[in-house]
């Protein structure tokens, strides 16, 4: 267990730099930063000292060294906008962005797991593609229209729900909702099959000899089991809200980071915009760490290293 | 035990209804219909429609679609705070988003392919680097990247696709090297390499045309997901740029008067959630008519 | 004696793609009180399906009990709703040993909470640590060394022969009246098989339960069974008391068995003497099910024997019993 988790980490860690090794290219492909910063008409030797303090002049390796050097300091220089250090920035918006995320893989799980249980049990009923329908539905609409519909409805007409910003527990309703129905289609397939393969299992069979109410079967004995094959793709699900939070923040103006980012974007704010990509990686990367750790609290048979 | 312990629930004869299954018969119909109808827009979009997508008519500005009072069936979906018409700007959005779909996913396919069958068939380094290429883009959430790609690039049609191609082409290098790697454990596969056959041939012959089938049913799957992508993209206003018509651009220009015109943001959603549908059930349907053992249950 | 189990008639149907089948198909049988009683027959006769009729386990969709009685404490379980059979009967009056000891075990609880499971269910202990000092009393019962310290080990820590231990441990929590064991020992070791025998011969010394015993081994049915039922296509061809069974088999089918029964230093093995297969049972001969294997077919075989009665509680479905001397002469 301690190795495997060892090893978890180091391409945990990999990933990371590779992470940041793409975004450096990728911002350094854009071309001279300089251009950008500097009025084109500022002074020759105003232009060559601020190339010297990015470091332009370096060749592009030790350019790349000097970034990543930096970044592990949590140095990833200035915002232009907002006047504070980028990764500041990007910590003050990222408790939001977490929240967020988590209620809305909170709603996914809520609706997906009943879902993919009653569906097993009653295979081939009307609630079984009643919920395949419902799953589909949020697949295929875009978060961010989702969003629209609901604001349409909850705030403009009926006025139930605050259309925007954040907080008082009604405002994370909408943009959670938006943000956590396209997940729920594969962790409900997930749940279905993982609990038809565990339903028709001899434990099963065996509980039920001895007496044990369907009730606990289902609900206890079974979805445990089956709930195996839902955590490990967490982590997976987990990114897929960080990635659909830049949209969902934008349309609820929820502040967060993704929306920072977005906006920093439009300004031309790199460092923000380098600062809240690379960090999105590393919240990507320790939530499936954290998956991995969690597979041992479910499953004894991975707890013991076998 | 042949007999009678393992009877396996999922041969038993199932509770459920005729309707159902007459249901479910269509559906390949409904949704290959519904992705052809959506070609047929893209190609003759222009010729199927009486109103120019960009004519602006401030006499219909926000007219309600045909049935709701006020509407006309001159403007049947309704029209926009510019009185554009919105099935004209729909069927016209239909060529984008097919356009950008078609080119992502052919070129996405590709680089992902040819890079997992590299990384199966050949193994040792080239598999470690490719792999890890693989986990990298993945630990990157795709819009992220995205963000980022579209700030350095110029917005618009060439830059949008680029960014779906860097972000999905992981998926098809994961499968296909999967693939190969199970296909390279078949005896055909052995026997070949043992005759003197060239890795060409050998990918040419063998893998390729196995391989045809899964990468055709995960680009069915994708239609929808990339469509999606490129609408949040235009929606973010990182995607396509007006003049040019996108679902997601509709969308973004909607926001302003969500007051006014609800059907100004439900029409073009319809539209995507219509087209992602389609392209779900009918690469899930492909996937079951392609897949032997799931044919004969 | 009232018998603690008494099956009557009991026809059990299967549907399945290919059409309707009767794996279990008129059997009738008792069991009495601290007797046990061994089913057997090959693979395919529906032993394993007349078990799980007994406690209403039968696959679902598709398997169903379409007629006959299973008694138990004078009340046909047939009969009982589910909830009804669930709370006052499975495990608390009729309980059931499934085959396979590696996969009978639910591998996210522990040894304890399952054991404990049942007492909980049937309420015969109450707060955490009744149920624990119960599952730790049945685990001993079941000759588990240490079972306090193991009440927290999960299955997978358990060897084959230990899980099948605590998998009869569930069994007989609740002191039932009847334990059905569908195939105890056939995963086991023969080592182990002879422990666990003798294992269940001790627990029916101690509380007195009757036993079904399932297997397709002849040899373990003789080492425990006070009387044999010999099945055969979904029907019960032979039944007597063990002795009698093992010395004078009345049926031919009977006796292609007990030509399988392992001989000194040669090992167990399935039915290669007899020829041919047990018929389809979606399509069973109209007379005698045996007769197509039968090496002492005669006409009459066409029709389905009546049960010949040869004393003692012996009898057969063979047309030839009793008076077979004088046809095979």
Known sequence: ?306 | ?297 | MTPALKVENLVTELALRRGVLRPVDGVSFHVDPSETLGIVGESGSGKSMTCLSLLRLLPKPGGRIASGSVVVGGRDLTRLSEEELARDWRGRRISMVTQDPMTSLNPVYTVGDQVGAPLRYHRLAEGMRAVRAGAAAVLGRVRIPSPESRLDEYPHQFSGGMRQRVVSAMAIACEPEVMIADEPTSNLDVTIQVKMIDLYRKIQEETGVAIVLITHDMGVAASICDRIAVMYAGRIVETGPARRIFRAPAHPYTRALLDSIPRLGRKSRRLTALGGQPPDLANPPTGCRFAPRCALRVAKCAAYPPDAALGEGHSAACWLAGNEADHAA
């Open chain 2, 1 to 297: 035990m042949a007999v009678e312990a393992d009877v396996p629930a999922a041969t038993a004869v199932r509770a459920g209804g005729r309707r159902f299954r007459v249901l479910a018969a269509g559906i390949p119909y409904l949704s290959g219909g519904l992705l052809l109808l959506l070609i047929v827009a893209a190609v003759f979009g222009d010729a199927l429609t009486p109103h120019d997508p960009t004519l602006l008519n401030l006499r219909a500005a926000f007219m309600p679609p045909a049935w709701v009072e006020g509407g006309s069936w001159a403007h049947p979906l309704g029209a926009d705070n510019l009185g554009r018409d919105i099935l004209a700007r729909i069927i016209s959005g239909a060529r984008v988003s097919l356009v950008v779909a078609l080119w992502a996913i052919v070129l996405s396919g590709g680089i992902g392919a040819l890079v997992g069958m590299i990384a199966g068939y050949f193994g040792g380094w080239a598999d470690v680097i490719i792999m890890r290429l693989v986990d990298i883009q993945m630990s990157i959430p795709s819009l992220a990247l995205a963000l980022i790609l579209a700030a350095v690039l110029d917005p618009g049609l060439d830059t949008v696709i680029i960014v779906i191609v860097v972000s999905y082409w992981a998926w098809y290098a994961r499968l296909v090297r999967s693939e190969v790697l199970s296909l390279k454990e078949r005896d055909y596969v052995a026997l070949a390499k043992v005759a003197g056959c060239g890795p060409f041939t050998i990918f040419h012959r063998h893998l390729a045309p196995n391989i045809v089938n899964t990468m055709l049913v995960l680009a069915t799957l994708q239609i929808g997901q990339v469509i999606i992508f490129e609408a949040s993209l235009s929606f973010l206003g990182l995607g396509v740029q007006s003049p040019d018509i996108s679902w997601g651009l509709m969308l973004a220009d909607a926001r302003g008067y969500i007051t006014n015109a609800w059907w100004a943001i439900t029409m073009p959603g319809v539209a995507i959630m219509l087209t992602c549908l389609s392209s779900n059930l009918f690469g899930d349907w492909l996937r079951d008519a392609l897949d032997p053992r799931r044919r004969q249950l």
């Open chain 1, 1 to 306: 267990m301690a190795s495997y988790f060892a090893r978890r980490v180091f391409q945990g860690l990999l990933s990371i730099v590779g992470a940041s090794l793409v975004i450096f290219l990728i911002t350094r492909l854009s071309g001279d930063p300089v251009v950008l910063m500097l009025p084109p008409e500022a002074p020759e030797e105003v232009v060559r000292q601020v190339r010297e303090s990015l470091r332009l002049d370096l060749p592009i390796w030790e350019q790349y060294l000097g970034f990543a050097w930096d970044a592990l300091h949590g140095d990833f220089g200035r915002s232009y906008r907002w006047q504070m250090p980028a990764l500041d920035l990007i910590l003050e918006r990222l408790p939001a962005t977490l929240y967020l995320s988590v209620v809305a893989l909170a709603f996914s799980m809520v609706i997906a797991v009943p879902f993919g249980v009653l569906s097993a049990v009653y295979r081939g009923s009307w609630f079984d593609r009643f919920a395949k329908g419902f799953a589909m539905l949020g697949q295929a609409m875009p978060n961010f229209w989702i969003g629209l519909l609901m604001i349409m409805l909850f705030s403009v007409k009926l006025g139930w729900l605050p259309a925007f910003g954040a907080g008082t527990p009604a405002h994370v309703i909408m943009p959670a909702i938006a943000l956590g129905w396209y997940p729920v289609a594969a962790q409900t397939r997930i749940v279905r099959s993982a609990m038809l393969d565990v339903l028709d299992s001899d434990y099963i069979r065996m509980g039920r000899s001895v007496g044990a109410p369907e009730r606990v079967l289902v609900w206890k004995y079974a979805l445990r089991n089956a709930a195996i094959p839902l955590v490990t793709m967490q982590g997976v699900y987990f990114a897929a809200m960080l990635g659909g939070s830049f949209v969902v923040e934008v349309v609820f103006a929820w502040p967060g980071m993704g929306r920072t980012v977005v906006e920093a974007l439009f300004s031309r704010d790199f460092p923000v915009v380098q600062a809240g990509v690379l960090f999105s990686a590393v919240v990507f990367v320790a939530a499936n760490l954290l998956v991995d750790l969690s597979y041992g609290f479910i499953d004894p048979r991975i707890r013991h290293g076998r």
